[in-house]
């Protein structure tokens, strides 16, 4: 039987390059790997539906599955994961000098429903007390106007939220319109050494160690999720694809402690693998639900507690059943070698 063919949306990383470049195939599949970035995917796929299948924002496939729609289901390979302590700017003229300081003061977001800001103010409800109802949210681009949200929000009245089309967050921050800014990255004008702006946590590396020790929280971002449809009529797709996800992120990890012929460009890549896996131990960047649950069902409250979901989701019942049971790696000589799940 000849393989199906579908077309997938997805960054280029390096535990995604085997399946880019072709050097891995997902059993039965055959993939058309189309190379865009995270904000373009999202915003097609949630309003187009556009891709077989995508990368997508997990704070975005938890609102959705609260809201009743299933036109996705996920499957859990986590593309992205990352600590965000370093993704919070201030003005130097807010007086903001810790984090209890944003109590009653303007933030802007890029998305309000971005899952690195679940995760900034997640951690700044449950180590801080700051919470998302005690300051007044303004949501627009980071440094360039107009950026709506990809989903329509119906915040509860105990959100405060204001829409800023008109000038970046950047801009807004400079001009001290707003104290301070939350996201996925680093504003262009800190970027530069605009002295106005400076990170709430200068010392971002150690907290966030200190972060994961408590929590055991290395923050997931994005997963892939395949249209409802596909997966539907054709379940076995959910497994194999889950399965060449593992092994492209399996090989990459076999591949960063080799000194040979290092396959970044990062000076010292080897002993900055070591450290990292000193740190946050063997297998840190976590593929499967049972390995991850107390991170995802930590997003599942927090979608709940700042206004996303009505309900705080089932973390089951946003994953293709076929990847929920899974035999834990080690369980063969070889798990990566082991019986592949072909289409019927």
Not at 172 to 187: K, S, V
Not at 275 to 296: C, F, P, Q
Not at 312 to 338: H, I, K, M, W, Y
């Amino acid at each position: 039987m000849s393989a199906m063919n579908l077309t997938i949306a997805c960054s280029s990383y390096d535990r995604t390059y085997a399946l880019e470049s072709g050097l891995i195939r997902p059993d039965g599949i055959e993939l058309n790997f189309l190379t865009t970035n995270p904000g373009e995917t999202f915003w097609r796929q949630l309003r187009f539906a556009e891709f077989d299948v995508s990368e997508m924002s997990l704070s975005g496939c938890i609102l959705l599955a609260s809201r009743g729609d299933s036109r996705f289901v996920a499957i859990p390979a986590f593309t992205s994961r990352a600590f965000r302590h370093d993704c919070i700017f201030v003005s130097v003229t807010s007086g903001i000098t810790k984090p209890q300081d944003l109590v009653g003061k303007r933030i802007g977001v890029p998305q309000y429903s971005m899952t690195a800001a679940l995760w900034i103010r997640g951690m700044l409800s449950d180590d801080y007390g700051v919470t998302a109802s005690s300051v007044v949210w303004v949501q627009g681009g980071l440094d360039a106007p107009g950026y709506p949200e990809r989903v329509t929000l119906n915040l509860p009245p105990s959100i405060r939220m204001e829409h800023r089309g008109d000038r970046s967050l950047s801009d807004l921050l400079l001009a001290g319109e707003i104290d301070a800014i939350i996201g996925a990255e680093w504003p262009l004008p800190f970027r530069t050494g605009h002295a106005g702006i400076r990170q709430l946590f200068p010392d971002y590396e150690w907290l966030a160690l200190d972060y994961y020790r408590r929590t055991r929280f290395f923050p997931i971002m994005h997963c892939i999720a395949i249209r409802r449809d596909i997966y539907e009529a054709h379940p076995w797709v959910a497994r194999n694809l889950y399965d060449a996800f593992l092994r492209a992120k399996e090989r990459v990890s076999s591949q960063l402690h080799f000194p040979g012929a290092p396959i970044t460009m990062l000076p010292f890549q080897v002993s900055a693998y070591l450290k990292a896996v000193k740190d946050l131990g063997e297998g840190y960047w976590r593929y499967g639900v049972e390995a991850s649950r107390h991170e995802l069902e930590a997003m599942c409250r927090y979608s709940f507690e700042q206004g996303l979901s009505a309900t705080v989701v089932d973390v089951d019942t946003l994953f293709a059943r076929e990847t929920l049971e899974v035999l834990p790696q080690g369980a063969t000589d070889n798990p990566l070698a082991a019986r592949p799940h072909r289409s019927p």
